[in-house]
DNA sequence: CAAGCAATCTACTCACGCGTAAAATTTTCG
DNA sequence: CGAAAATTTTACGCGTGAGTAGATTGCTTG
């Protein structure tokens, strides 16, 4: 614990305790969604969990969809963040591309990565579901565009990209349905062990 | 139409009859736990898509719970079949896992076989639950053994054969959740095309 | 100090959907 | 035919959980 602050916070202290407060709910209920579900998971738990009411979470977030739909973006935000870095790196196409793919499924081990995962588009209102399918179409089009770049520069053969990606992205979301953090291999050793064996196939020979 | 059989039905008739329906409750609740999730698809609703009212789906399955195991055991059902089909044939180890990725990648993209992708261990109540376990398990051992065998019998160069299986499992699942049935590409061609990328990583160069 | 705002609670409403009771209808068969 | 068994329906009970109303407390600020 640090050293007892002034006890009159200032505007920024004040957003900045509000915002530390929603993300410990957020970071509450995905842990749950991942757990139970999202169906086997009420606020009422979540609340409880937290040891406050649910009118509480209704306060920090409008309703149960809101909640989903944050976690959700928070976790495809990583993602997209993971993509942005690795473009920004140098070296060659694949090099680039098997440095996203690394953090891709280390994120997807994750609490918000799993979620993303595990939470099928059905379960959001349609408005939630539209914006959900929108940032997903993201990452797979910054994972085609990855590959793409890799193909253009050589550093792999030519390839249905689609497919490609689709077969990569499903490799290594998969993870966040049975990787276990208390398990003996880290998510880090899974991501780069996973990647291993499917660089084999795309990279040259 | 076939011409009409003696309005007497047999004993054999009956049960098969019964079996039928049984199987269309089956079959149209699978398709709609598939497009609308489980949770958001009532045994109303299903009814309402038959015709029929919802007593007569607990005449046939006991529960809601019960629907849904049903649905994935017969999908699982397939994928353990096909590991003994491609058991029984001949060729080399990589010869017969490749077979049997091809199978379990188009039964994962077929109305059962998407529903067990789909679904989620929490989904169902606590008995059934361990039966669903039970029985992915088996397909995972079903895939290792083929993965050790290809190993054992040099067709393929040795690996880990546990993180094998999920990379390829994950790959080969990931098409339940994005393959669409009305598109351009067929549920056979898109699993060949996926083991042909995924062979190309684990068959000796 | 009083008005106002933020945070939190208790206590409720309300719809939905699972599962069932009990009756009605049909089929089987002695 | 008439009794019993199977099938299917209408009509309901009932728990659960999302979301809300309104009170309470405490802090901020004119």
């Not at 499924?105 to 099928?120: H, Q, S, W, Y």
Request: include cysteine.
């Amino acid at each position: 614990m640090e050293a007892a602050q002034s006890p009159f916070p200032s505007a920024q202290e004040k957003r900045a305790a509000r915002e530390a407060k929603r993300a410990a709910v957020l970071r509450a209920a995905v842990q749950m969604f991942n757990e139970r579900g999202f169906h086997q998971t009420s606020l009422d738990d979540v609340a409880a969990r937290l040891g406050i009411s649910k009118p509480t979470i209704y306060h920090y977030l409008g309703n149960k969809d809101q909640v989903l739909l944050e976690c959700v973006s928070i976790g495809l935000g990583q993602l997209i963040e993971a993509a942005e870095q690795s473009r920004a790196r140098e070296g060659s196409g694949a090099d680039r591309l098997i440095a996203f793919l690394v953090r891709y499924a280390e994120v997807n081990m994750d609490d918000f990565g799993r979620c993303v995962i595990r939470t099928g588009d059905e379960a959001l209102a349609p408005e939630s579901r539209k914006r959900f399918r929108a940032l997903k179409r993201q990452i797979d089009s910054d994972m085609r565009g990855l590959i793409a770049a890799a193909v253009e520069d050589g550093s792999i053969p030519p390839c249905d990209v689609r497919l490609m990606a689709f077969t990569l992205a499903g490799a290594l979301n998969w993870p966040a349905r049975w990787h276990d953090h208390g398990g003996a291999l880290s998510s880090e050793a899974v991501a780069r062990q996973m990647v291993d064996i499917l660089a084999r196939g795309f990279l040259p020979r």
